[in-house]
């Protein structure tokens, strides 16, 4: 089965450092998800891009967070600096306009 | 838009029994759908879609019904198992573009 993978699974970093989660999405997908979990407020979109595009951010902290895809195997999501309350699951899907999106494992991040 | 996950309603079914899990959306204009599963320490998994121009769709076990006038959605699953027991999210999407997603309900299934 085709999937999303993201690396790493989880993280954990001191507060003020630079993190960086990568996702692979799937082959032949044209629009990449990244979302964040968290218990109180479930999952928030943060970004997303389409053909390599960034279509929308308005969800992201955009003095400290960035999300890039550099080419079509690979989208990234950094955090710099980072803060405890940015500990919480941020997942990365994929999809066309022709099906549902495939979401990827996650990676669990606690920023202590 | 934003999903609150504080508090997730929890439906507890006996095993074999069927389970509905109800959604209400919140933008009149989205026109796709989607029901996801998530089980603890995993990605959402898609389950089942439907477009706004249907009322019903039928997958294996798993039925949805969207009523566009009260803006409500369904997820049916027959014969429940406990590999069925997980959150279960739906999404509304418009043009697909962004998706939000609901606050989710927790389906408990009692062997």
């Known amino acids: 089965d085709a999937r999303v993978t993201q690396t790493p699974r989880h993280k954990v970093t001191e507060m003020g450092q630079e993190v960086t989660m990568r996702c692979q999405p799937i082959?032949?997908?044209?629009?990449v998800f990244w979302y964040r979990q968290t218990m109180m407020q479930g999952l928030e979109l943060l970004a997303y891009?389409?053909?390599?595009?960034?279509?929308?951010d308005s969800g992201m902290p955009k003095d400290r967070f960035s999300a890039e895809m550099p080419d079509a195997t690979l989208a990234t999501l950094k955090i710099q600096p980072s803060e405890p309350r940015d500990s919480a699951v941020y997942f990365c899907?994929?999809?066309?306009?022709?099906?549902?999106?495939?979401f990827g494992s996650g990676t669990r991040l606690t920023v202590v | 838009g934003e999903s609150v996950g504080l508090h997730l309603p929890t439906l507890s079914v006996q095993e074999g029994d069927n389970s509905i899990i109800n959604c209400a959306y919140s933008?009149?204009?989205?026109?796709?759908f989607i029901w996801y599963k998530q089980e603890s320490g995993k990605g959402p998994q898609f389950i089942i879609d439907?477009?706004?121009?249907?009322d019903k769709r039928q997958g294996q076990r798993v039925t949805v019904l969207l009523n566009k006038t009260v803006k409500h959605l369904s997820l049916q699953i027959a014969a429940t198992q406990p590999g069925d027991s997980a959150v279960y999210f739906c999404?509304?999407?418009?043009?697909?573009?962004?998706?939000?997603f609901g606050s989710g309900t927790k389906l408990n299934v009692k062997p």
């Open positions: 899907a994929s999809g066309t306009s022709d099906y549902g999106y495939t």
């Open positions: 082959l032949g997908h044209n629009t």
């Open positions: 891009f389409r053909n390599r595009a960034p279509l929308d």
């Open positions: 933008n009149s204009a989205s026109d796709y």
């Open positions: 439907i477009r706004s121009n249907m």
């Open positions: 999404a509304e999407n418009i043009n697909f573009n962004k998706f939000y």
